[in-house]
T-cell receptor, first 110, second 115 residues
């Protein structure tokens, strides 16, 4: 069964700190790994995505690190801000469907 | 430009009643997806549509759930004989192509409460 496991379930970080969220997968047929950000009362929005032939992708303060051999990938948020407080979902796709992790509720304290 | 819209935003219904949820995807997006999100949980895939191809209904939890889409426009998700466990936020998303499913644009969702 296609599954993506995400941790931690919740995370509290001080302003300016680094937030790290981890995901692991089993299905080697996955070919794209996006991260989505969801604010309360809103639908998720694509934040950043990576292909498995790349080990790292950076966009502003957000970085995805990808370890193909370990079948793991992570999101790093540098210089975390209170406005980053949201729920983050990792996901994986094998072409037509997205499989989501369970989500991480991030709180950045001022 | 206009994003994905869903209606109603909130729906309260009595157990046993039927409900119909609507999704208007982004114009030109050929793929449309429905998800269910229970409180504090991840997104559970329900169904997707791609153009005129047969939909992938493999995520529908029971035969009380059905969905339709007219061409590449509006989609409706119908839940018959609602149960309390159907209470959740139902999210609709669209993408330009099914092959670009990693980049989905989500609507705000319909919060369904079954009493």
């Amino acid at each position: 069964q296609q599954q993506v496991k995400q941790s931690p379930q919740s995370l509290i970080v001080q302003k300016g700190g680094i937030s790290i969220i981890n995901c692991a997968y089993e299905n080697t047929a996955f070919d794209y790994f996006p991260w989505y950000q969801q604010f309360p009362g809103k639908g998720p929005a694509l934040l950043i995505a990576i292909r498995p032939d790349v080990s790292e992708k950076k966009e502003g303060r957000f970085t995805i690190s990808f370890n193909k051999s370990a079948k793991q990938f992570s999101l790093h948020i540098m210089d975390s801000q209170p406005g980053d407080s949201a729920t983050y979902f990792c996901a994986a796709t094998s072409g037509s469907r997205l499989t989501f992790g369970e989500g991480t509720q991030l709180t950045v304290n001022p | 430009g206009a994003g994905v819209s869903q209606s109603p935003s909130n729906k309260v219904t009595e157990k046993g009643k039927d409900v119909e949820l609507r999704c208007d995807p982004i114009s030109g997006h050929t793929a449309l997806y429905w998800y269910r999100q229970r409180l504090g949980q991840g997104l559970e895939f329900l169904i997707y549509f791609q153009g005129n191809s047969a939909p992938d209904k493999s995520g529908l939890p029971s035969d009380r759930f059905s969905a339709e889409r007219t061409g590449e426009s509006v989609s409706t998700l119908t839940i018959q004989r609602t149960q309390q466990e159907d209470s959740a936020v139902y999210l609709c998303a669209s993408s330009i192509l099914l092959s670009l499913s990693y980049e989905q644009y989500f609507g705000p969702g319909t919060r369904l409460t079954v009493t």
